[in-house]
């Protein structure tokens, strides 16, 4: 079965830091592969996406991620993060146009002061 | 991208109760989903609107406890029926403009509490 991982729950950095975001699907062919953030009581916004070409994609808010195929990753990364920044990233991959989004369990940022 | 309100924003109902949820997006859109957040979860897929017919539903999900309307490219509604504590979520509608993309972009969402 088609299958997103998110390795880390629950991720603590400091403001300033670099942060890296883990991604992990499981199928055979190279699917969409999206981020999504959710602050507290909101919807979703995407922040980046890859469909096929370059494989470092830039996304808002100063978030790039790069799709790695041997890896079937797709980690999400921002040199220096902002307290804003805090909130639920979400990991999502769809195999089709049209097609369901299957997502990741989520990973929680906190950001230290 | 589209912009995509959903009402209520909130909500809370006692169980065995019905609520409608609805989403309006302010363009034209090819399709349209629901989805679900259980506390602390992911998101899972519902349901897909389809316009002018009935809903696909995804493996777990039936009509009759999630019926499904779309009208037109731009509204649509789903209903969550006889309600019990474990329907307590957030309900999402995101839209696909497959003439303009492949992503999905999602509305504030719902957030349900069923008592």
């Known amino acids: 079965a088609q299958s997103v991982t998110q390795p880390d729950i629950h991720i603590t950095v400091s403001e300033g830091a670099s942060l890296e975001l883990r991604c992990n699907y499981s199928y055979g062919a190279t699917p969409y592969l999206f981020w999504y953030v959710q602050s507290p009581g909101q919807g979703l916004q995407l922040l980046l996406k890859?469909?096929?070409?370059?494989?470092l994609v830039q996304g808002i808010k100063g978030f790039e991620a790069e799709f790695k195929r041997s890896q079937s990753s797709f980690n999400l990364r921002k040199p220096s993060v902002h307290w804003s920044d805090a909130a639920e990233y979400f990991c999502a991959v769809g195999y089709n146009q049209g097609g369901k989004l299957i997502f990741g369990q989520g990973t929680e940022l906190s950001v230290k002061p | 991208s589209a912009v995509i309100s959903q009402k209520p924003s909130r909500d809370i109902c006692q169980r065995g109760t019905s609520l409608t949820i609805q989403c309006q997006v302010d363009?034209?859109?090819?399709?349209m989903f629901w989805y679900r957040q259980q506390p602390g979860q992911s998101l899972t897929l519902i349901a897909t609107a389809n316009q002018g017919s009935e809903a696909t539903y995804e493996s777990g999900f039936v009509i009759d406890k999630f019926p499904i309307s779309r009208p037109n490219l731009t509204f649509s509604t789903l209903t969550v029926s006889n309600m019990s504590p474990e329907d307590s979520s957030i309900y999402l509608c995101?839209?696909?403009?497959?003439?303009?993309?492949?992503?999905?972009?999602f509305g504030p969402g719902t957030r349900l509490t069923v008592t």
């Open positions: 995101s839209v696909e403009d497959l003439e303009r993309g492949v992503e999905q972009y």
């Open positions: 890859y469909f096929s070409g370059d494989t």
């Open positions: 363009s034209q859109v090819t399709m």
